[in-house]
Antibody, heavy 120, light 108 residues
């Protein structure tokens, strides 16, 4: 069965960076794009960007341009999202999600979420 | 920047029909997707490509599109349908994804 398993919760100081991992299993990792979405406590979903695990091509929301980097290690079927220059407003649950069908944008499988807390 | 607009809340009694709308200028050109999210859980896809239902999603969930508005309809609402619902789509260029602000469905 398809699974996306994310790394554990992180606590970071303002100005630091965080790198969240997303390990895929149950399907061919390089055949489906990965998106990253975050959600602050009590707030809505916010799309951060996408990555094609086969090519490594990425696309980022303008809000995160220059601060976010999405990468992958195909040998271990794992995607990564690194966010730098953290500030308190970046405190949120970060999700990875698989795009279910080429040419569409449906996020059919999601990771369990990783809580990132930014606090001095 | 591109935005999708949803009502903050919708309330219905059990057995009634709930309709949640999502408006955006690019919706005539781009498909919409709907997600259900319950507290403490990751979102679940309930509608894709405006009106297609993934396997395992009950038939009471349906989607439709008309101009710049898409609608998620839940017929015969059950208590377990109480959740936050989000629409998702892309801007007219297809390069940027956006989520609506979310709608809290309350089952009275």
């Amino acid at each position: 069965q398809v699974q996306l398993v994310q790394s554990g919760a992180e606590v970071k100081k303002p100005g630091a960076s965080v790198k969240v991992s997303c390990k895929a299993s149950g399907y061919t990792f390089t055949s489906y794009d990965i998106n990253w979405v975050r959600q602050a406590t009590g707030q809505g979903l916010e799309w951060m960007g996408w990555m094609n695990p086969n090519s490594g091509n990425t696309g980022y929301a303008q809000k995160f341009q220059g601060r976010v980097t999405m990468t992958r290690n195909t040998s271990i079927s794992t995607a990564y999202m690194e966010l730098s220059s953290l500030r308190s407003e970046d405190t949120a649950v970060y999700y990875c999600a698989r795009v279910g069908r080429p040419g569409l944008r449906n996020l059919d499988y999601w990771g369990q979420g990783t809580l990132v807390t930014v606090s001095s | 920047s591109y935005e999708l607009t949803q009502p903050p809340s919708v309330s219905v009694s059990p057995g009634q029909t709930a309709r949640i709308t999502c408006s955006g200028d690019a919706l005539p050109k781009q498909y919409a997707y709907w997600y259900q999210q319950k507290p403490g859980q990751a979102p679940v896809l309930v509608i894709y490509k405006d009106s297609e239902r993934p396997s395992g999603i009950p038939e009471r969930f349906s989607g439709s599109s008309s101009g710049t508005t898409v609608t998620l309809t839940i017929s015969g609402v059950q208590a377990e349908d109480e959740a936050d619902y989000y629409c998702q789509s892309a801007d007219s260029s297809g390069t940027i994804e956006v989520f609506g602000g979310g709608t809290k469905l309350t089952v009275l």
